[in-house]
Each structure stands twice: as structure tokens, then as C-alpha cells.
């Protein structure tokens, strides 16, 4: 019995080796993805490191901004940084769904004989930027939604799976809203987190005004593929976490909730599903990989709070009536916890 005692401890023990010489390798891989975009997205750090934990946990991402803040630019680079087959769907209320998921065409042969052939749209990418996405109908968005969940789109009653990794980026300006459709509160549910998108600092802007108006423009440069990305992202996965990180992510999350203790369960209308506990588990392990850490902390739950739960919530009446706003009411939870 010693014996074996001994044996299954020592295969503990290597598992636990596998997984640290597999972060360090893949924590490199990923900084050094980061620091490529770094040299053509300036000014954008956080923004970057979230729009990479949100690939790193498996999900999706939707970037928020007043147009000309690079979120285009950003997706753009982040399909060749990370080595990922890239395409873009510009949102426009005339969208249909076939022009997103793809149709099935009637084709004739030489000798008569008729069949359907399927023609795959734009949807069958490793990353999809979907631009200005608010600005399609509400049919149109819903054509997402299988794709983002499931990882693959039924036509005509035929399944047809996606390409692997599956990653959408949508992007949705704040201010205008003449023509526009908002995102339906299931479709929100999907993205992991939203990212705000804010105006770059002056050196920063200084930097751009320099790099991006020379005669030469930097390129950014593949740092990663799509299976060393597959692997991160299983890795992820296998990180280990704390009971104080759990119980951070439950108190968090239940307490977004309308009627839970304290005075935030009063202005709360609607709050965050099993869902945004799911995310956050993913994105404090993702996070603590980029940063070089074999596990998530307490602090990594409270710096990802409002992008994962913010575009999960509601506030009531009364509460928008006083001034109050959902990054107010996050802050508020969030003292509660740390």
C-alpha cells in the first residue's frame, strides 16, 4: 500500500511539473503577442490585455469607443499576431443572416441532375470582427448567436461546424443611436466581457501622431498560431484555483443580483447569470497566465468585476432616476469583497 502511495503522489507531482513548464513556455508566447501589438496599438494597454484574456479564456468580446480609437486596427493586428484566420462583417441595417452564416445554392450539373451546395459566409473564421454590430436588425445579430454559443450554425437543417478557434470582436460606437438596434439581453449574455475603449494619453496620442503619419507604418508581426493558442487555452483550463478566488467570484456575482443583501440589491433591476460566474473563473485564470502566475488571486477578481459584469446588469428606475450608474453600483459591490 506504501508503495503505492508513493507512485500516485510522484504522478501528482509530474502533472504539477507538466503544468508549470507548460505556463512558462505559454506565459512567454503570450507576452511576447502582446508586446507586438504593443508596437502598433499605443495607448491601449489595458485594453489589449483584457481583448487577450477574453481570447486566452475561449470567449468573445465586445470593444465600446467613439470611432478613430483603433478598436478596427486592434482586431486586425490581433489575426496576425496571433496567427488567426481574420475576417470582418460590417453591420449595416440591409444585413442579412445569409450574409453572415451563407446559403445554399441550386446547382445543375452537365447531366441535369439538380442539388443544393452550400456556400459558407464570412462567419466561418478563427476571428470574426463584427463592426458596429448595433446597427444590424435584431434577425441579423440573433444569426450569431448559435455560432457564439455552440461553436457551429444550422442551415437549411444541416449543421456546419466552425473553424477552431472560434473568436468574435464586435465593435459598437456609444454615441450615435439614430438607426441603431441595441443588443438583445441574451446576446449580451454571450460576450464575455465588454471592454471600454477610452481616449489614448497625451504621450501616447504624441506617439501616434509620429508613428502613424511617416512615411513608413509599423507592421505588426505573427508572435503565435492558432494550435499554440488551442493549447494556451486548454491550459488555462487546468490552472488551479484558490477557495478565497471562489467564494470572491460568488459573493461578487450573487450579490449583483436584484434582492440581495446590502443596498446595491435595492437598485438592481436585473443582474448576472451562472454565466458571468463561469466567465470570471476563466478570466482570473487567463489573466494570472499572462501575467506569468500559476493562479488567479482575489485582485484579479476585482480588476475584472465591471467588464465581465456591467453589460450583465440593469438598474432600476429609481436608481437611474438618482444619478446612479452600473459602474457605480460594481465599485460598490466590489468594497464588499476586498
Known amino acids: 500500500m506504501a508503495g503505492a502511495d508513493t507512485g500516485g503522489s510522484s504522478s501528482v507531482e509530474k502533472l504539477e511539473d507538466v503544468i508549470v513548464r ?5 506565459a512567454g508566447q503570450i ?4 508586446e507586438a501589438i504593443s508596437t502598433v496599438i499605443f495607448g491601449q494597454d489595458r485594453v489589449i490585455e483584457n481583448t487577450l484574456v477574453t481570447i486566452l479564456s475561449g ?9 478613430g480609437l483603433a478598436k478596427t486596427k486592434l482586431v486586425e493586428t490581433l489575426g496576425i499576431t496571433l496567427g488567426l484566420d481574420a475576417k ?12 453572415i452564416l451563407g446559403a445554399e445554392v441550386l446547382d445543375e450539373s452537365t447531366t441535369g441532375k439538380r442539388s443544393f451546395r452550400f456556400i459558407a459566409g464570412p462567419v466561418f473564421a ?17 444569426a450569431l448567436l448559435q455560432a457564439m454559443q455552440e461553436q457551429h450554425i444550422t442551415v437549411a437543417g444541416a449543421r456546419h461546424d466552425l473553424p477552431k478557434p472560434f473568436h468574435v470582436l464586435a465593435t459598437q460606437n456609444p454615441l450615435e443611436q439614430e438607426g441603431t438596434y441595441p443588443l438583445p439581453e441574451a446576446q449580451l449574455d454571450r460576450f464575455l466581457m465588454e471592454i471600454d475603449v477610452d481616449y489614448p494619453d497625451r504621450d501616447a496620442e504624441r506617439r501616434i501622431l509620429f508613428e502613424t503619419t511617416g512615411a513608413e507604418e509599423t507592421l505588426a508581426k505573427a508572435a503565435m498560431n492558432a494550435e499554440t493558442l488551442i493549447a494556451a487555452q486548454r491550459l488555462v483550463r487546468r490552472l488551479p484555483v484558490g477557495d478565497s478566488v471562489v467564494e470572491a467570484i460568488l459573493s461578487l456575482v450573487r450579490s449583483a443580483r436584484p434582492g440581495s443583501e446590502g443596498e446595491a440589491g435595492k437598485l438592481i433591476a436585473w443582474g448576472p447569470g451562472p454565466r458571468a460566474s463561469q466567465s ?17 488571486s482575489v485582485d484579479d ?4 468585476a465591471e467588464p465581465i459584469l456591467k453589460h450583465r446588469m440593469a438598474l432600476t428606475f429609481s436608481a437611474r432616476a438618482e444619478g446612479r450608474t452600473i459602474a457605480d453600483v460594481v465599485k460598490q459591490l466590489k468594497t464588499r469583497i476586498g
Not at 31 to 34: L, V
Not at 59 to 67: D, M, R
Request: a positive charge.
Open 22 to 26: 507548460s505556463a512558462e513556455q505559454v
Open 31 to 34: 507576452r511576447s503577442a502582446k
Open 59 to 67: 470567449g468573445h468580446a465586445l470593444l465600446i469607443g467613439v470611432p
Open 88 to 99: 470582418r462583417i460590417q453591420f449595416t441595417p440591409d444585413l442579412m443572416p445569409s450574409d
Open 126 to 142: 478563427q476571428l470574426l470582427m463584427a463592426d458596429e454590430i448595433n446597427r444590424a436588425s435584431p434577425r441579423t445579430q440573433s
Open 280 to 296: 470570471l473563473m476563466l478570466a482570473v485564470r487567463a489573466r494570472a497566465l499572462l501575467d506569468g502566475r500559476l493562479s488567479p
Open 301 to 304: 477578481v476585482l480588476d475584472l
